[in-house]
């Protein structure tokens, strides 16, 4: 089974431009997750959606970022204007509610770097 | 407001040691206890969980030991190998399959020969 599915792998980007993230959950998950990786602030969440639906968007940083899950296949991460402190690498991963588990399945990370 | 405190930041222990990794939580209502373990250049995954119904869930060399009453849980890693040297977080949840954990800041475990 394909996992999540993270694009781009490496983004490299100068201050001020649009930067946009994508993921594909795992099929049949019906909650997804932006997360943040940084070495000084470990993983942070930014927003997470349940079945498309934005639940929590709490953790995101302020106006410059947005999310969407226009479908169940699909979510983009934005980051309008990018600036040196984004720098991070950006986890996308999925969930499915009921599951027997309870695990979080992530996908391999867009690595950011905004010069 | 960080909600699960990990320690310590990094780690390094000989080949065949035990590896100690501790946690602590401040919300009782936290009740799933899941560790996660991540290599370079991948995202985390799964290693072990426990609830608070029991106080050790072992799997293998791996095993979390849970103290309720001190708010606290650890993994201890037994003979310790080169290619457990990773990444691990810890992470806390209210309810079995409450997809919201809330991560420790990371361990960095390193293997030495």
């Known amino acids: 089974d394909a996992g999540v599915i993270q694009s781009p792998r490496h983004e490299v980007t100068e201050m001020g431009q649009e930067v946009t993230l994508r993921c594909k959950p795992i099929?049949?998950?019906?909650?997804l997750f932006w997360y943040r990786q940084t070495m000084m602030r470990g993983l942070e969440l930014l927003i997470y959606?349940?079945?498309?639906?934005?639940?929590?968007d709490s953790g995101m940083p302020e106006d410059r970022f947005s999310a969407k899950m226009p479908n169940a296949s699909f979510s983009t991460l934005k980051i309008q204007p990018s600036e040196p402190r984004d720098s991070a690498v950006y986890f996308c991963?999925?969930?499915?509610?009921?599951?027997?588990?309870?695990?979080?399945?992530f996908g391999e990370g867009s690595r950011l770097t905004v010069l | 407001q960080q909600q699960v405190k990990q320690s310590p930041q990094s780690l390094i222990v000989q080949k065949g040691g035990i590896s100690i990794i501790n946690c602590a939580y401040e919300n009782t209502a936290f009740d799933y206890f899941p560790w996660y373990q991540q290599f370079p250049g991948k995202g985390p995954a799964l290693l072990i969980a426990?609830?608070?119904?029991?106080s050790e869930k072992k799997e293998g060399r791996f095993t979390i030991s849970f103290n309720k009453s001190a708010k606290q849980f650890s993994l201890h890693i037994m003979d310790s190998q080169p290619g457990d040297s990773a990444t691990y977080f810890c992470a806390a949840s209210q309810g079995f399959g409450n997809e919201k954990l809330t991560f420790g800041t990371g361990t960095r475990l390193t293997i030495i020969p």
């Open positions: 099929s049949g998950h019906n909650s």
């Open positions: 959606f349940n079945n498309n639906v934005p639940i929590d």
């Open positions: 991963a999925s969930f499915r509610t009921g599951g027997i588990t309870g695990e979080l399945f």
């Open positions: 426990i609830r608070p119904d029991v």
